[in-house]
Each structure stands twice: as C-alpha cells, then as structure tokens.
Antibody
Framework: QVQLQESGPGLVKPSETLSLTCTVS????????WSWVRQSAAKGLEWIGR???????IYRPSLRSRLTMSVDESRHQVSLELTSVTAADTAVYYC???????????????WGPGIFVTVSS | DIQMTQSPSSLSASVGDRVTITCRAA??????LNWYQQKPGKAPKLLIS???SLQSGVPSRFSGSGSGTDFTLTISSLQPEDLATYYC?????????FGQGTKLDIK
C-alpha cells in the first residue's frame, strides 16, 4: 500500500518561496496522479494542483502564476514550489494521490499526514 | 469553480443514532461526488467515491446516495469512533472543490 510523507520548512518568510517534498513509498509512482491540497481555517480544504509522472500539470487558476509542481521518479518524490508567499498561504499542506487507472482522476484516495507551514516574518 | 454546500455545519448525536449529512452542488455534477472523514489532527480519508461506492475497509454503516446536485452521507448506527469532520468534494470538473465540512460530535 502506498505511503506518503510530506517534508519541508515549517516557517517561511513573506515574499519568499515555499518548497515542499512528498516522498512516496510502497508502490510505483507511475501508478498514481499526484496532487497537493491545503487546509486553512479561512479557506477550508483547497486543491492546489496535480502532476502526472509525465510531468503534465494542472494548476488551480488563482495560484498558477506562483506555482510549480514536479515529479522525480528516481527519488520517489513529488515537489511543490509556491513563490511570493503571504500570510494567506499559511496552511496544512497535504500530498494526495489517485490511482492512474481510476475513471475519476479528480478525487484523492491516498493522503500524506500533512505538514503545517506558517508564513511569517 | 463549483461551490459545494454542506448541512448542517455541526451536529451532535448519540451512539446508535442514524445520522444524515447533506451536500449540495451549485450545478449538476452527475455522480462525481466523494465523501471524506477527517479525524482531529489527521489527514482526510476517502470513505465514498462516485456518490455511493464504499471504499475498501470502510464500515458498511456508512452509505452515500444522490445524483445531480443533491447528495447524502448516512451513518446507519453511529459509533464512538465516528467522531470526525466530514467533507464532500466534487470531482466533476477542475478545480475539484470541497464543502465546508460537517463536524460530528458524540453526545
């Protein structure tokens, strides 16, 4: 069974770049499509974007100009970079996946435990 | 974005009660509706996909129904371990969107 673990800094300064990594174990990365979802008190659960093993991405339109997601199959990692962060980007960030063979690729059948990121000086 | 609205926002029920949570989509999403359970301090867990398809390992007391814009999550006999917040999520079109959550307390 696939397992996910997010990692990265818990504190990022305003205007800087938030960089997170999701390490995947227990199954082939190519068997899944990978998303990042964040959760804050203000906005609830919010999908950020999705990346496939091919590198193809779909991003939330409101974040597209600041967002880069990528997959490194050799390192079993999914990465997220969000530039020019503000306090509004403070949230728990989850890595989530859906089986590539699913008929519905916009839900999430596996989740990491999440990482809390605060944006503050 | 498709707005998802859940009701109630919170509810309190006793062990053994039948509990119903509703979710309404701002436009038709056919059956592209998923339910998640989030226990305190944990990540969401997928309970039901495609409106009514119970995920493997999820107790049969959980069930989902509905299509179009109106959906329901039912717990047939509430158990203490069902203390959690429940979220609906539409997967009809990007970006996928979630309801605001229903916090379920055990009396």
């Amino acid at each position: 069974q696939v397992q996910l673990q997010e990692s990265g800094p818990g504190l990022v300064k305003p205007s800087e770049t938030l960089s997170l990594t999701c390490t995947v174990s227990g199954d082939s990365m190519s068997s899944y499509y990978w998303s990042w979802v964040r959760q804050s008190a203000a906005k609830g659960l919010e999908w950020i974007g999705r990346v496939q093993i091919s590198g193809f991405t779909i991003y939330r339109p409101s974040l597209r100009s600041r967002l880069t997601m990528s997959v490194d199959e050799s390192r079993h990692q999914v990465s997220l970079e969000l530039t020019s962060v503000t306090a509004a980007d403070t949230a728990v960030y989850y890595c989530a996946g859906v089986s590539a063979g699913a008929s519905d690729l916009l839900h999430f059948d596996t989740w990491g435990p999440g990482i809390f990121v605060t944006v503050s000086s | 974005d498709i707005q998802m609205t859940q009701s109630p926002s919170s509810l309190s029920a006793s062990v053994g009660d039948r509990v119903t949570i509703t979710c309404r989509a701002a436009q038709s999403i056919t059956n592209y509706l998923n339910w998640y359970q989030q226990k305190p301090g944990k990540a969401p867990k997928l309970l039901i996909s495609a409106a009514s398809s119970l995920q493997s390992g999820v107790p049969s007391r959980f069930s989902g129904s509905g299509s179009g814009t109106d959906f329901t999550l039912t717990i047939s006999s509430l158990q203490p371990e069902d203390l959690a917040t429940y979220y609906c999520q539409q997967s009809d079109s990007a970006p996928p969107t979630f309801g605001q959550g229903t916090k379920l307390d055990i009396k």
